[in-house]
């Protein structure tokens, strides 16, 4: 697997679709997904990579088989959109909690489901944003 493409994700009932490119045979791409769930850890398909077990060569049937997959096995299926605010940046996926006066975040490089975000409160969305790209920025410098 090379990275997820959080570009191409899909949000559904509480869970982030995310496809990623799982092999190339004889020319042809074959793309699977991993999930993330809103209730975090709680959830039995946070961060769980096809639990469908089905593969596909086009990143739409790849969203239909995830979502037919949540609805005949998840219990925990929610109107809320939790990934709403979300946006990727130098190819990492950056998710964005807005509660009352104060914004935090989620971050997830772009080849493993792992938050690295800094435990860090903000005023909104737009100084959280900065301040992640200036983060990402200075990273790429010192390498």
């Known amino acids: 697997m090379n990275r997820f493409f959080y570009e191409k994700s899909s949000s559904y009932q ?18 699977s997904y991993a999930l993330l769930s809103s209730q975090g850890y709680d959830d039995e398909f946070h961060k769980a990579k096809n639990p469908a077990g089905i593969c596909s060569n086009t990143l739409g049937d790849i969203r239909e088989i995830a979502q037919q997959h ?3 096995y998840s219990v925990n299926l929610k ?3 939790y990934f709403e605010q979300r946006y990727t ?6 998710i964005i909690h ?8 989620d971050h997830y ?26 983060r990402l920025a200075r990273r790429q410098v010192q390498f």
């Open 14 to 31: 509480g869970y982030l679709i995310i496809p990623f490119l799982l092999t190339k045979v004889s020319g042809e791409l074959i793309y």
């Open 98 to 105: 807005q509660q009352g006066k104060r914004c935090s975040y």
């Open 89 to 94: 940046y130098q190819n990492t996926l950056i």
């Open 109 to 134: 490089p772009s080849h493993e489901l792992r938050n690295i975000a800094a435990p860090t409160l903000f005023l909104n969305a737009d100084s959280c944003i900065n301040w992640i790209k200036k």
């Open 79 to 81: 109107e809320d959109d």
């Open 70 to 72: 949540l609805n005949q």
